[in-house]
């Protein structure tokens, strides 16, 4: 038995879950969801905005925790620091967590979040001007009401739909977000079903959303990939004067015309690396300025892709010729015709000589008589192909190109450097759901007992993502404002840090307690660059490791 003057110790993992709950406390995402949720009397130990924090928490301490298993994650951390006073590991179980998940999907996931994201960008002094929707799905473990015909509009249906993972045998729902550009925080989250169009679900965004965030932000420019160039979007758009920028799709007959007559030498500098040829169109009843660009860059990433595509559809052409050449026609006149058909199949190769060739067909083996008849006349194509010079280069700079539009003719308000600039920021939303999938990420592949519960959490699986963006831009600008720099994985000084690589940069922190007369705690493994980066990012980072 140790005896009152020996010292106990304890130790416990912190890392970079000190950084995570300071930001959650910084936006007040906690205090929001627990002044607008009704706490459930039931739920003595956590209040819903702890309980969220703890799965965030989770999510994103990268250790693909399944739900059931929170409590098991927080069994060696400081869950008092972390989450709040009187907090302990088995109050972190299954079952007050769905019960949290609950009250979440009662009030709203989509209206919840929305309040936590006005809170946020406003903490943060984020003006979201511009915002990047777009939808991706998520398979899930189980089948919900995937046997059910959809009845509640509130509720979305979990079903086989187009994956995006590759993995049509599984159920899925979808998630729709718009992601402002400043610092690529989701301002407005949305379930869908699983087998949602992306096209339906931008037009029914476009229609009940983003007239409230033009209101709420000042939001003027949606920027979408070309499922959102659809005349009902175009429309919708038109209603709600919100201003946008897409890429037309390349099954459009106009820019299909476009790109077979693009040539790069006669078009316009737009910035590096691109050039543009500006043109006004009228598409569903709206006017539009549409940029033909090339990339010089899509060129040399495409030029493999179109040589194997080019070697493929030659050796395909080349057998068919063999098996026409070898076909049999009853005159002279069919020959030539399925020549002539065939010569409208070919995209690579021409047949730059031929000719058709008679040929009699005897019963009788061996050597016919001077005066004997043939039973039959049979005629066959023979010929030579080639490839065409100008081939490799039209597909390539074909492919070198592409089409953006949007509906603000006034070059003084969006020019047409800053119409390709808006679409390249496109990529945000994209690294977003990237991340969402990561494998160690803990709703990567999830389970929960209720669909509702599955829809609440989407909801903090998109929390986690504002989080892990707020903290990288959060850091980014106060090292830039402090002129300090930490050292990236090559160890050389940077100021623009990924969040997931200050997240490693504390992987070593834990915490050390000793308990004699008076209990001291001690932080291990702090260098300097992190304290140094602590103190930039405030009180709040500076407390939660002292």
């Not at 690396?273 to 495409?302: F, K, M, N, T």
């Not at 005897?362 to 010929?383: F, L």
């Not at 190109?401 to 808006?422: I, K, M, P, Q, Y």
Request: net charge negative; hydrophobic share 40%; charged share 25%.
């Amino acid at each position: 038995m140790p005896t009152p003057n020996t010292p106990q110790y304890k130790t416990e993992t912190l890392e970079h879950l000190g950084l995570v709950a300071g930001m959650i406390d910084e936006l007040e995402i906690g205090h929001t969801i627990d002044q607008l949720v009704p706490q459930d009397p039931s739920q003595r130990h956590i209040t819903v905005g702890q309980a969220l924090k703890a799965m965030v928490l989770n999510g994103l301490g990268f250790a693909n925790r399944r739900l059931y298993l929170t409590s098991h994650f927080f069994t060696n951390k400081p869950l008092e620091r972390l989450i709040g006073m009187g907090v302990k590991a088995e109050h972190l179980n299954d079952d007050a967590l769905g019960r949290a998940l609950d009250a979440i999907h009662e009030f709203g996931v989509t209206e919840l979040y929305s309040h936590i994201a006005a809170r946020a960008v406003q903490r943060l002094g984020i003006a979201p001007k511009a915002g990047h929707m777009d939808v991706s799905s998520f398979h899930v473990d189980g089948h919900y009401n995937s046997d059910e015909p959809p009845e509640d509009d509130a509720i979305i249906h979990i079903t086989k739909g187009y994956s995006r993972d590759h993995r049509d045998d599984l159920n899925q729902a979808a998630l729709e977000l718009i992601v402002e550009h400043q610092a690529s925080i989701p301002i407005l989250m949305q379930p869908l079903s699983g087998n949602t169009n992306d096209k339906t679900a931008f037009a029914s965004t476009i229609e009940n959303h983003v007239g409230h965030l033009k209101m709420s932000y000042g939001l003027n420019l949606v920027i979408t990939d070309s499922a959102g160039f659809t005349p009902k979007c175009l429309r919708a758009f038109e209603q709600r004067d919100v201003s946008w920028v897409m890429s037309v799709p390349g099954t459009i007959k106009r820019v299909q015309e476009l790109l077979d007559q693009a040539d790069p030498e006669t078009m316009q500098p737009l910035t590096d690396g691109y050039g543009y040829q500006p043109l006004r169109e009228r598409y569903a009843g709206v006017d539009q300025r549409w940029l033909l660009i090339y990339s010089e860059a899509a060129r040399h990433r495409v030029q493999k892709s179109v040589d194997k595509a080019l070697a493929k559809r030659t050796t395909d052409e080349q057998k068919r010729f063999v098996r026409l050449c070898r076909k049999n026609f009853n005159c002279q006149e069919d020959a030539i015709a399925a020549l002539g058909a065939f010569r409208k199949t070919l995209k690579v190769l021409e047949v730059i000589e031929h000719e058709v060739t008679l040929s009699v067909k005897y019963a009788h083996p061996g050597r016919p008589a001077k005066d004997a008849v043939p039973d039959r006349v049979e005629y066959q194509v023979t010929g030579v192909l080639a490839a065409r010079v100008a081939t490799r280069e039209s597909w390539i700079t074909r492919r070198s190109c592409f089409v953006l539009a949007t509906n603000e003719l006034n070059t003084s308000e969006l020019s047409d450097a800053g119409v390709l600039e808006a679409y390249k920021g496109q990529s945000g939303v994209e690294r977003g759901f990237r991340f969402l999938k990561d494998p160690m990420f803990m709703a990567s592949v999830f389970f929960v007992k209720r669909v509702e519960r599955l829809m609440a959490l989407l909801m903090m699986m998109t929390v986690c993502l504002l989080v892990y963006a707020a903290l990288e831009y959060r850091i980014r600008e106060a090292l830039a404002e402090h002129d300090l720099s930490v050292h990236d994985q090559k160890g050389k000084p940077t100021q623009r840090p990924s969040a997931r690589w200050i997240f490693e940069s504390f992987l070593d922190v834990h915490l050390l307690t000793i308990s004699m007369a008076e209990v001291q705690v001690l932080v291990m493994n702090l260098d300097q660059d992190l304290n140094s980066l602590l103190r930039v990012l405030g009180w709040r980072y500076v407390e939660q490791y002292s």
